[in-house]
């Protein structure tokens, strides 16, 4: 049987191993979660750990505001702006609602590309995906994981914590303090007030909420076959549900112009194959299917933030049912795909049209997929 301090020892070069090759073992088993997750949220909000010490995660995701960023900018708010103040990305910021129920990045029995995280799935799970963005040149801009845990050594309680939860000697190895920030964060998005499961759809699950008509038949329409959003965004998790299944599409998405005229990053956005584990390029153009869970609250839509409201969803996916549709937002005709190649045209193609009543009732059941906390968002 090992002593105490041996333990402890197998547990820190562990650590030093995950630091180094980025494994993400849990080092967090044998440490109290809550302790974890309090981390986690302080740097979470915590300017401190962007270069200007201007933003933290919290900027582009705003718990407040449906974990989005809702900062105007001269892109519409369809990207966001980086710590530098001037750089725009060229996606839209997701909600980080329910991210934690994402399964890891993997090709699933029928060799399909499913999960991960980032639109492309490029970060395995949620730990490796917290450590990007502080060295993203157009988000958080730090140089390396030196400056990153030096701004943590800056900080008392931070480096209390670490040592407590981490242990003393990951204090001085700057990739493991960049390791274990990821852990704290993903510990944090880990919490329920990130998944609460507590809309007025759960709420009618567990018999504590009556729809509305318009609600209930927006609710039949989505899960029945006339229609073919649930092809893609329902996991089939009935008390759980995500409406995501998680895989990769191309459904056709236009370039947003805005983004094309201020984004920094490469265009056409190659979606699933931009990610460097993935070369087929069949996969090109295809992007992680996203949760509709708080929908209603978390516009603009579409990777590159091209729709500014949900009703410009709908009207879209008519295009493939219905000839001569056009987009509400211009007057003008659909423009053509940001890429033309993969588009899943037999599931976009499948269904009857959505009417303007059906519409109507979609987004009534959109509504109510809106966290109890958002729900002073909505809009009628
Ligand atoms: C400057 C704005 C900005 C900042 C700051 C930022 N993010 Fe993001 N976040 C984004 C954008 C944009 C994406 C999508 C990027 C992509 O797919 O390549 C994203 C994606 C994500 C995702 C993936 C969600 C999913 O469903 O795949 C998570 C999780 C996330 N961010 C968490 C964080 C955390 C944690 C921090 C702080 C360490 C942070 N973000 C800081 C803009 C930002
Ligand atoms: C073939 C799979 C598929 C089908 C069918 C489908 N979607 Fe999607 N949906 C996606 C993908 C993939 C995206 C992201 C596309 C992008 O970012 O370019 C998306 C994006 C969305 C968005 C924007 C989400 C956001 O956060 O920006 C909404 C809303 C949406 N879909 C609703 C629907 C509705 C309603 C239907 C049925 C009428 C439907 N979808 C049918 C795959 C699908």
Redesign the pocket.
Known sequence: MMNKSAAQGVASAFLLCCGIMGCHLAVAATVPDAKLVKFGEA??FDVN??LQRT???????LPGQGFV?KRPNRAANA?????DNVSL?T??????SY?AS?PSFHVDRNGEYRG????????HD?AT??????L?P???ALPDAHLLAQRLRENPNYTAAVTMLFGAEVVQDDNAVHSA?GQA??A??KSPQFSPFDSKYDRFLRGEYRMTEMEERGRILFFSSLINCNLCHLLDSPEQETFTDYRYHNIGTPPNPLVQQHGTGKLPDLGLL?NPLVEDTLQAGKF?V??LRNIAVTGPYM?NGVFAELRTVLEFYNQYIIADTKNPETGKPWRAPEVADNISQDLLQQGQPMDRYRIETLIAFFKTLTDRQFEHLLED
């Open positions: 740097l979470f750990f962007s933003q933290s995660c919290a900027t582009c995701h960023d990207v966001s702006l980086g710590d990305g996606r839209n910021a997701p909600t980080l991210a994402t991960g995280f980032f639109l492309d799935g490029r970060a949620l995906q917290a450590k990007e963005p502080f993203n157009i988000e958080m920030v964060l993903a944090f998005q931009a992680k996203p949760t990777h």
